[in-house]
C-alpha cells in the first residue's frame, strides 16, 4: 500500500530565503508526481507534475526533483515571498487511472 | 473553459440528517475523483467514477456513503444521517480521461453539529 511522507510538517523561513520542501513515497512504481499549494479554506492548485520518467520539472521560481528509486521528491521553492505562504502537498498515482495517494503537507510561513 | 465546481461550499448539518455534495465537472471530462480531508489530515480518497459506472469505490466507508455520476448531472456525494465525524472538507477532481492531470474542485466544507 502506498504511503507518502512529507518533512517538515511545517517551516517558517524569513523573506528572500531558498528552501527545500521533502516528500517521500513507500512504493517506486509510480505513474507520476504532483506537487499541489493549497491556501486555507481553498482548494487545490497544481504546481508541477513529474511523471516517472521524469527527474525534474520547473515553473519559475519553483522546482520539483523526482529520484523514483529512492522514493523521494523534493520542491525547490527559490527567493520565497510572502505570498508563498500556504500548504504545499505532494502526492502519487500509481498508475494512469488510480487515484492520487497525498501526504498530509508542509504548512510554509514566510515572513517579511 | 470553467474549472471543477462544487456546491454548496459550505453545508451545516445537524446529526443524523443526509448532506448532498455536488461536484460538476470541467467540460468534456467524463471521469470524477471524490476525496476527503480530515481535520489536519492529508486527502483521503473515496471513489472514482465515470458516466453512469462506479469504477472504484475502495476508500468509501461501507454504510451511510454513496455516489453516482449520471449521464446528465453533475456527480453526487450523498451522506445519510451525518455524524460529527463526518465534518471535513469534501474535494472532487476530473479528468478528460485516463493518466490525464486531475483538476481540482473548491471543495465542500461540511460541519455537523
Known amino acids: 500500500k502506498q504511503e507518502v511522507t512529507q518533512i517538515p510538517a511545517a517551516l517558517s523561513v524569513p523573506e528572500g530565503e531558498n528552501l527545500v520542501l521533502n516528500c517521500s513515497f513507500t512504493?517506486?512504481?509510480?505513474?507520476?508526481l504532483q506537487w499541489f499549494r493549497q491556501d486555507p479554506g481553498k482548494g487545490l492548485t497544481s504546481l508541477l507534475l513529474i511523471q516517472s520518467s521524469q527527474r525534474e520539472q520547473t515553473s519559475g521560481r519553483l522546482n520539483a526533483s523526482l529520484d523514483k528509486s529512492s522514493g523521494r521528491s523534493t520542491l525547490y521553492i527559490a527567493a520565497s515571498q510572502p505570498g508563498d505562504s500556504a500548504t504545499y502537498l505532494c502526492?502519487?498515482?500509481?498508475?494512469?487511472?488510480?487515484?492520487?495517494?497525498f501526504g498530509k503537507g508542509t504548512r510554509l510561513s514566510v515572513i517579511a | 473553459n470553467a474549472g471543477v465546481m462544487q456546491n454548496p461550499r459550505h453545508l451545516v448539518r445537524r446529526r443524523g440528517q443526509e448532506a448532498r455534495l455536488r461536484c460538476s465537472p470541467m467540460?468534456?471530462?467524463?471521469?470524477v475523483y471524490w476525496y476527503r480531508q480530515l481535520p489536519e489530515e492529508g486527502l483521503k480518497f473515496m471513489v472514482y467514477l465515470q458516466k453512469e459506472n462506479i469504477i472504484d469505490e475502495s476508500g468509501m466507508p461501507k454504510e451511510r456513503f454513496s455516489a453516482e455520476f449520471p449521464k446528465e448531472g453533475p456527480s453526487i456525494l450523498r451522506i445519510q444521517q451525518v455524524v460529527r465525524g463526518d465534518s471535513a472538507a469534501y474535494f472532487c477532481?476530473?479528468?478528460?480521461?485516463?493518466?490525464?492531470?486531475?483538476?481540482f474542485g473548491p471543495g465542500t466544507r461540511l460541519l455537523v453539529l
Open positions: 512504493d517506486s512504481a509510480i505513474y507520476n
Open positions: 502526492a502519487v498515482s500509481s498508475s494512469g487511472n488510480t487515484p492520487l495517494v
Open positions: 477532481a476530473s479528468t478528460p480521461g485516463l493518466r490525464e492531470t486531475q483538476y
Open positions: 467540460k468534456g471530462h467524463s471521469h
